[in-house]
């Protein structure tokens, strides 16, 4: 069964002098609820709490921004897309009424070098302890730890009034093709007891991925992490009115010859539960 994480909070301590790569991104559409093909503000955002601000990702770097919808309709936002912190947002766009799925992907392009300690804190921050024990295993646990990593994220809109449930369970179940994916087996806006999560690490069940939950709008931390479970599974206790973020990182080692020794994916899915939901 998925399980709360122990030591939850010296996890995060740890984080606070994890690198700048273990930062969460995230897609940021406002509103998460437009009206029919009304104006959609979107920024890319990173980090949490102070440490919060937006990206400063290069397009070059962007190589898929598009909305999917659930009865298979794909809408390429990559034109829209003009990534800059010092603009008001990063894109403007407009879709049709339904529920639809953003879905945003980077290269692999980033790197990030640590001294032994701070590269170890952050692989146990982010739970991502294979890595640890491949470094263990192989008498590198302290040495240099390097990574290139890449970037997925997707955010829930809603758009127009009268948006059918079944078509929006049918999104936040429904994988989209990235490597590692964040999927959800119930709608939070239905709120339920239970939230139930599933991640995927190339379409399979991943087991033993840390996943985060945090508020938006009060993000200095998450608000709970668990651990998936053998089949991929995790539940957190349904969270309320606001804005969400459900995190997820794993990494696989490179070979021997490679210029780093991991490569990194950051996955994210962002959604918004009203104050008013329907039950």
């Known amino acids: 069964m998925p399980h709360r994480v122990s030591s939850f909070a010296v996890a995060l301590a740890a984080l606070c002098c ?19 093909q009304a104006a959609i503000a979107l920024t890319l955002q990173v980090g949490h709490g102070r440490d919060r ?3 400063a990702i290069a397009l070059r770097r962007i190589q898929r921004f598009e909305a999917l919808a659930s009865d298979g309709r794909r809408v390429d936002l990559r034109p829209q897309l003009q990534p800059d912190p010092r603009a008001p947002v990063d894109a403007r766009f407009a879709v049709p009424a339904g529920a639809w799925m953003l879905v945003l992907e980077t290269d692999a392009g980033a790197q990030s070098r640590l001294p032994a300690p701070r590269f170890n ?3 146990r921050a982010e739970g991502l302890t294979p890595a640890l024990e491949q470094r263990r295993l192989q008498g ?21 009034a009268g948006v059918a449930p079944a078509e929006v369970a049918a999104l936040l179940a429904r994988p989209v093709g990235l490597p590692l994916e964040i999927l959800l087996d ?5 709120r339920g ?18 996943v985060k939950l945090t508020r938006l709008e009060n993000d ?12 991929g599974r995790a539940e957190f206790a349904a969270p309320g009115a606001g804005t969400w973020l459900l ?10 010859d490679a210029e780093v020794d991991f490569e990194t994916t950051f996955s994210s899915l962002s959604f918004e539960i009203p104050v008013q939901a329907p039950r």
């Open 18 to 36: 994890a690198p700048a790569a273990a930062h969460d991104f995230w897609v940021q559409p406002e509103p998460y609820r437009p009206e029919s």
């Open 53 to 55: 601000q937006r990206s």
């Open 121 to 123: 804190d952050y692989l």
């Open 140 to 160: 590198r646990d302290g040495a240099e730890g390097s990574e290139r990593y890449s970037r997925r994220s997707k955010a829930l809109l809603r758009v127009g």
């Open 186 to 190: 119930a709608d939070p806006h239905a």
């Open 193 to 210: 007891a239970r939230l139930p999560v599933r991640v995927l690490w190339q379409g399979r069940p991943l087991p033993g991925a840390l």
């Open 220 to 231: 200095a931390e998450p608000l709970d992490a668990r651990r998936t479970d053998a089949g």
């Open 247 to 256: 995190n997820a990182i794993w990494t696989r080692p490179l070979p021997a």
